[in-house]
């Protein structure tokens, strides 16, 4: 097993015992030109220093300045892994605080009867999975267009499944669109706890991926890209805060074409930190305006004829070279063709 960690400021063990004790590796990319030092076996820190002589002229395949830089710890484990092996991504403000939390992990991605979620809407709100949680909250990043007429799922006919991927859940601070917490339902859940420890996703249902708790074979690495985000769109505004949520609905729709089922569920971790309401209000806005538009886009790809047999990494630059010749809206059609730019770059690095 190993595990991914973005950071720009500090990562600390006592947060990730049960994973140290467990044997896990840890790559922690380090988001700065070299701030964090970890002098501990199981860890290994890549700082842009590292990208930089590693990547070259490929570089901009990796974000800086956000989360999506973990992109990098991604390609680190790909080339360090073995097949089949299990990939854990957490943010630094999240504690593993269950003893038995790797073999949960590990338990995730087994062969083992589920539920099936059954709903009659595209998305699918992963808040469902809780017991007692308002009806009217909703994860980040699920659109405002489906919110009208939602009903909370039901979890129905348990079959065989074994997954490439599971969105692992969380206690205390939920992930929640930052405009929601001036009128919307409480957020904070300390004691939160799920109706299920596991559900699987059907064909053709998205769910809104928070890239701070996942877990997934290696084998799913090059379509699990998180994109790149604070990019200018008009004077004052950017594209931000979307890059787990899009990255998962593409990630989502690359598994419904190769059959590999994805779930939901535990292990869960506590979400310590919230970030600033105001100044992430500002940063989502744009992504609320265009996020119909997106998914459309990912919704034309699956519909298009793909390749017999076609690896995760094909899939995705097939998906780059759609996205290419792809003409967005005055609001998104920046932001497009510096993504291309980016997952090109991060399909070649896959040749390096």
Request: charged share 20%; hydrophobic share 40%.
């Amino acid at each position: 097993m190993i595990c991914v960690i973005p950071s720009a400021r500090e990562v600390r063990l006592d947060y990730l015992e049960p994973l140290i004790e467990a044997g896990c590796r840890f790559i922690v990319v380090d988001d700065s030109p070299g701030s964090i030092e970890i002098d501990h076996p199981q860890f290994s820190v890549y700082n842009h220093g590292h990208q930089d002589r590693d990547l070259g002229e490929l570089v901009h395949a990796i974000p800086r300045g956000n989360g999506a830089c973990r992109n990098y710890g991604f390609l680190i484990a790909w080339r360090q892994s073995e097949p089949g092996e299990i990939i854990v991504a957490l943010d630094d403000d999240c504690l593993v605080d269950s003893h038995d939390w790797a073999s949960a992990a590990e338990a995730s991605l087994s062969d083992a009867v589920r539920p099936v979620v059954q709903t009659d809407k595209r998305h699918w709100n992963v808040l469902d999975l809780y017991s007692g949680i308002e009806p009217d909250a909703y994860p980040r990043g699920f659109p405002y267009s489906e919110r009208l007429g939602y009903k909370p799922c039901d979890f129905v006919k348990p079959r065989q499944s074994k997954p490439m991927f599971n969105l692992g859940l969380w206690q205390n601070v939920f992930d929640v669109n930052a405009i929601d917490k001036l009128e919307g339902p409480e957020y904070r859940h300390p004691d939160a706890q799920l109706q299920e420890a596991s559900v699987v996703v059907p064909n053709g249902s998205l769910v809104s991926a928070c890239s701070m708790n996942m877990i997934f074979r290696r084998e799913l690495i090059p379509a699990v890209y998180q994109l790149p985000m604070a990019v200018d769109v008009m004077p004052g505004w950017k594209i931000d805060r979307y890059g787990d949520i899009w990255g998962g609905f593409i990630t989502k729709m690359l598994m419904d074409l190769q059959g590999h089922d994805y779930t939901v569920g535990g292990p869960m971790i506590t979400h310590l930190k919230e970030g600033n309401s105001i100044r992430n209000i500002w940063q989502e806005h744009i992504c609320h305006l265009v996020n119909d538009e997106f998914i459309g886009l990912v919704d034309g790809f699956a519909e298009l004829d793909q390749p017999q047999n076609a690896s995760y990494l094909e899939l995705v630059a097939h998906f780059t070279d759609y996205l290419s010749a792809t003409k967005g809206s005055a609001l998104l059609d920046g932001y497009l063709q510096h993504l291309t730019r980016c997952m090109d770059a991060w399909v070649k690095a896959f040749e390096k």
